[in-house]
């Protein structure tokens, strides 16, 4: 499935992409990890175990998202379902927050290219 592209929000995603740069720098690869799992837990829907719109709109205040609109939060699990599910499970979420960051995939294909991969 082709990854969907989305007008970006661009002070909710200078936020993040101020922020999760240097939660990778202080927490380590581990801890970040842990910090996004974390924030899985908090959006997911807990009968299903994944996030969906639903779980989505219901939790997204907790993270500071109240502002964005059913469009964009529908948005927001389009691009990030790669199964094509129309719901978010836990790998996805930790993609589509590293894929949000460019300063960490800069960092990542630094490394990717160091190590000739």
Same mark, same amino acid.
């Given at each position: #499935?082709?990854?969907?592209?989305?007008?970006?929000? &661009?002070?909710?995603?200078? &936020?993040?992409? &101020?922020?999760?740069?240097?939660?990778?720098? @202080?927490?380590?690869?581990?801890?970040?990890?842990? *910090?996004?799992?974390?924030?899985?837990?908090?959006?997911?829907?807990?009968?299903?175990?994944?996030?969906?719109?639903?779980?989505? @709109?219901?939790?997204?205040?907790?993270?500071?998202? *109240?502002?964005?609109?059913? &469009?964009?939060?529908? *948005? #927001?699990?389009?691009?990030? /379902?790669? /199964?094509?599910?129309?719901?978010?499970?836990?790998? *996805?979420?930790?993609?589509?927050?590293?894929?949000?960051?460019?300063?960490? #995939?800069?960092?990542?294909?630094?490394?990717?290219?160091?190590?000739?991969?």
């Amino acid at each position: #499935m082709a990854p969907h592209k989305r007008p970006r929000n &661009d002070s909710l995603l200078s &936020d993040f992409e &101020d922020y999760l740069p240097s939660m990778a720098a @202080k927490l380590g690869p581990n801890g970040l990890i842990k *910090e996004l799992c974390k924030g899985f837990e908090l959006l997911m829907d807990r009968n299903r175990g994944l996030i969906t719109l639903e779980s989505l @709109k219901r939790n997204a205040p907790r993270l500071g998202m *109240e502002r964005l609109g059913d &469009d964009e939060l529908l *948005e #927001m699990v389009r691009e990030g /379902d790669l /199964d094509g599910d129309g719901a978010l499970d836990q790998n *996805e979420f930790c993609i589509l927050m590293v894929r949000l960051s460019p300063e960490l #995939m800069d960092s990542s294909q630094r490394l990717f290219d160091f190590l000739g991969i």
